[in-house]
């Protein structure tokens, strides 16, 4: 049976930033998917090139849409400035104590 778009969002929906108290696809990370068959693709929109825990970040949203049985890929672009605002600011508010935020 074939995947669908809900099913693939339903999966990912709760996954949580390490450092920051809010999921993924809230921060605006888990930005798009696509599902054609068993097959998904993840846009991964990230705040800045290069974040050291995006490997991380990608495992944790890949998993649990390869235990649905999806072969998944993943694409990664930079957020737009205005997305990047809406995370810094989500960032700030969610920031869990004793980590150190990205942007600082």
């Not at 993924?24 to 798009?32: E, F, R």
Request: proline share 6%.
């Amino acid at each position: 049976m074939a995947l669908t778009e809900e099913q693939a969002w339903k999966a990912i929906e709760n996954v949580m930033h390490p450092s920051i108290n809010n999921t993924l696809k809230n921060l605006g990370i888990a930005k798009d998917l696509k599902v054609d068959g068993n097959t998904v693709i993840l846009t991964m929109a990230i705040p800045f090139p290069n974040i050291p825990i995006l490997n991380d970040l990608a495992v944790s949203l890949v998993e649990p849409l390869s235990n649905l049985g999806a072969e998944v890929y993943v694409e990664v672009v930079v957020m737009t400035e205005e997305e990047k605002q809406r995370f810094l600011q989500l960032e700030q508010e969610g920031w869990k104590e004793g980590e150190t935020p990205a942007c600082g």
